[in-house]
């Protein structure tokens, strides 16, 4: 399908009407698009200005409030319900997340009876999948017009699972390395990774109270069964992502402060290693330098010192056997200890890839 841009620079106008093909309209034809009942009109607005958003609202007469909302800076998370629209902003995800960066960049959204209006700065990464499943759904559209809303939300956290999936293989890459090395590189890696799994969780959970307003019984937002069952299958999604989310940022968080304390376990070890040697070392040094002596001094004298030296040698033996079984199972757990993180972090990522499979 071919869009044109309208004179007012960054909208384009769609029109969902019965019996024919979606198609482009221009702006001014706005209010008798709306008037009619079987059609829907998705305006999207993409890097505009707020002249733009002025014209599009004088127009639908959208409410002035949620206008002033959607001009003023700000990354929450809201919906608000007007008598003849509701007014949604949300973040969109994006690709990579640095130390200054939120995360994401806003998405406004105006819900009407018959009309969507989306407002972002950027362009949207999914729009081509909107209007696919748009045009291809165009007759549930027609018949509930919030459908159209549905279809944005659940492919804005389609996106989100698909970059999450990323960063949870990246999060299993990082924990891998910072439980073999100590490096400056490792530590860049993993906070790095760290970062975007808190940046992605937190902004996962911002979805949470815009999909659960819609989704409550009575809710004439969701009164259609297509839409209804949508809104379900967006919570469900959510559900997942957020648990994927959380669990990997947990075990990003348990693998940071492993790598923290690798220095302390490293002078720990010396400090053992010392002790261990001079708990061994010393006692069999003083029984060679007492045999040798008395050895020499009074032979008869020697077979007593001898049978003492054998008891004392038979003790430091059992204390430096007893050291290893306990720097043994000190191992063995650490290794399951491993293990465990890295199958958190895996079975995050199958968990995202099997539901968006």
């Known amino acids: 399908m071919t869009t044109r841009q309208n004179p007012c ?31 829907v009109v998705w305006v999207d607005l993409c890097a505009y200005s707020h002249a733009d958003l002025y014209a599009v609202a004088e127009l639908l007469d959208l409410q002035p409030d949620a206008v002033r909302a959607a001009l003023t800076p700000g990354t929450l998370s809201r919906l608000d319900l007007y008598d003849r629209h509701l007014f949604i902003s949300t973040m969109v995800p994006c690709p990579g997340v640095r130390a200054a960066d939120t995360g994401g960049h806003r998405l406004d959204l105006f819900v009407g009876r018959n009309v969507v209006v989306s407002a972002h700065a950027r362009p949207l990464p999914f729009a081509d999948r909107v209007q696919a ?163 020499v001094v009074d032979g008869a004298a020697s077979r007593t010192w001898a049978a003492l030296l054998v008891r004392i040698l038979v003790r430091v033996l059992a204390v430096g056997v007893l050291v290893l079984v306990i720097v043994y199972r000190y191992g063995r757990r650490r290794t399951a200890f491993r293990a465990r993180i890295r199958d958190d972090g895996r079975q995050a990522c199958r968990a995202l890839r099997e539901h968006e499979g």
Do not use: K
């Open 9 to 39: 620079e960054g909208v384009v106008v769609r029109v969902f009407a019965p019996g024919a093909d979606p198609r482009p309209a221009a702006l001014a034809d706005l209010p008798g698009l709306v008037s009619v009942d079987d059609t």
């Open 133 to 295: 499943r748009a045009q291809h759904d165009s007759a549930l559209l027609r018949r509930d017009a919030p459908y159209l809303l549905y279809i944005m939300l659940d492919e804005l956290l389609a996106y989100h699972a698909r970059l999450a999936q990323s960063v949870c293989r990246a999060s299993v890459a990082a924990q891998e390395r910072a439980l073999r090395g100590t490096h400056d590189s490792v530590l860049t890696d993993l906070l790095r990774v760290r970062r975007e799994v808190s940046r992605r969780a937190e902004l996962a959970g911002t979805y949470s109270a815009v999909v659960a307003s819609l989704s409550p019984p009575g809710s004439h937002w969701a009164a259609g069964v297509e839409v209804s069952m949508g809104i379900a299958n967006v919570t469900a999604r959510l559900t997942t992502l957020c648990d994927a989310l959380e669990t990997a940022r947990e075990a990003t968080d348990v693998a940071f402060d492993l790598y923290l304390t690798r220095d302390a376990r490293g002078g720990r070890r010396a400090v053992t290693t010392y002790a261990v040697v001079w708990a061994l070392g010393v006692p069999l040094a003083l029984i060679a330098v007492l045999t040798l002596t008395i050895g």
